[in-house]
């Protein structure tokens, strides 16, 4: 299977998510080895992720990613290449 992050909306939007899991997977990527190159593929996805989406038609098309209700997100990448959202 190919590279997927997890995103935890609650108490703020999708985007926010997206910046803290980032932040989080930077810091990890700095303190650690990463020999397998997992985080590297993680960190792709996430700034794709926030480089190309909009947020603002994300945050308005389900509750779930505006933080109004409390969800999880997971992140991948179909065949051709696209971010999917699948949101739970």
Do not use: W
């Not at 939007?13 to 990890?28: G, Q, S, V």
Request: net charge negative; with cysteine.
């Amino acid at each position: 299977m190919g590279v997927m992050v997890n995103l935890s909306v609650k108490n703020h939007c999708i985007e926010t998510a997206a910046r803290i899991e980032l932040n989080r997977l930077m810091e990890t990527y700095f303190k650690t080895d990463d020999v397998e190159g997992e985080l590297d593929g993680k960190i792709e996805l996430v700034r794709d992720f926030l480089e190309k989406s909009d947020f603002p038609g994300l945050r308005s098309s389900d509750p779930r990613l505006s933080g109004e209700r409390e969800s999880r997100v997971v992140l991948t990448r179909n065949g051709s290449g696209a971010i999917v959202l699948d949101v739970q």
